[in-house]
Structures are given as C-alpha cells and as structure tokens.
C-alpha cells in the first residue's frame, strides 16, 4: 500500500485517558521521500510538531513534542498503522507513550478530514 501524507490534514477520532489530543485538534502533515514532519495545535496544545519515517506499507514511526495549555513541555513516540477507509480516507491506528516522565500510554485514532 502506497500512501502519500503530503498535504494531509488529520483530527482525532479517539483518545486513551491521559492523551492531550481531542477532537477539535488537528494535524498537519507534510512528507518528503520517506521523511515525515508535522505540526499539530488545539484546545489543550498550543503548538506541537512530529518528526518519524514512513514504511513502504504507510506505518509511521515518530517523535513527537508539544506545548499545552498549562505551558508544559511533552514528548513521546508513536507508531501508526494506515488504514483507507471506504471514502478513501486515511485512518490511523495509534499506539504512543510519554517520553518526558510523564508515566502512561495509550492508543488513539485520528482520521483525514
């Protein structure tokens, strides 16, 4: 499967407790060759940005970094699994973890709007 992330905007579907994304946060993703960068922003992050690679199947693996609400630094890694939905979206299945001290992971879903 051959998938493109250039130019793609994401929301979140879903969200583990103790996750910052919701709904109304969006991601804007940007891709070179199989380089893979990002910024996100919403109601409980003020700026965020990802860094990861692309697998020939379209899986993600990244870093990623923000700054919510509370003007607290977090970091963590992700790894993503595409899916296209019937509409031709891409639908990604997450599964992250803080990286910052923060104690905890989770799993989320965030689709192509």
């Known amino acids: 499967m051959t998938i493109n992330y ?16 919701d709904a109304e946060t969006r991601f804007y993703y ?8 990002a910024t996100y ?7 965020g940005t990802i860094t ?6 379209g899986a993600l693996d990244f870093a990623y970094q923000h700054i919510n609400a509370d003007l607290q630094i977090k970091t963590g890694r992700c790894q993503s ?7 031709g979206k891409i639908r990604l299945q997450e599964k992250w973890q803080w990286t ?5 992971s989770g799993e989320s879903i ?3 709007i």
């Open 6 to 21: 250039n130019h793609k905007i994401f929301r979140a579907v879903s969200n583990t407790p103790g996750g910052e994304v």
């Open 30 to 37: 940007y891709q070179r060759d199989q380089i893979l960068w």
């Open 41 to 47: 922003q919403g109601p409980q992050i003020l700026f």
């Open 52 to 57: 990861g690679v692309v697998a020939e199947d």
């Open 81 to 87: 699994t595409p899916e296209i939905t019937v509409d």
């Open 100 to 104: 910052d001290g923060s104690h905890g």
């Open 110 to 112: 965030i689709e192509e």
